[in-house]
């Protein structure tokens, strides 16, 4: 079994897809981006952290889409667009936007002690880093 395979496996058996569109989105980002050479361990945590809604799913597809076009060899172009994203933002998107670029950074993301998030952000941000856990575990 490859990365993929065992990376969804993974994810399914702690339960950390929230519902099936969830599943599918962040599948069919696995299964469109993963053999590129710009694909790594903190991208497939970006990918789950993207695959949570449709807006953000989005907002990954349409990068992932010019990285691949722009054959592209990481995920520079990547950071900073994620680096524009967050200034935009002042809410719970900044943070997400922050997160994914801690992810590709290698880094594990904290939230600011005075950060005031609404608890939905907090949920799935805590989700995440669950994700990035199982992520980074897999061989």
Known sequence: MGFKELCIQALDERRLF???GHRTRFKELMDCYSDYPFFNKGLCKCM???AWDEEHFAVMLGILTELALGRERNTEEMRRQ???LAMKHMDGDSCMYQMS???LDGEVFQLPEDTQL???FVYIMKKAQKAAEVI????
């Open 18 to 20: 929230e519902d099936s």
């Open 48 to 50: 789950y952290l993207s």
């Open 82 to 84: 994620g680096e524009e």
């Open 101 to 103: 670029n801690a992810f």
């Open 118 to 120: 609404p608890p939905e």
């Open 136 to 139: 980074e575990g897999i061989e």
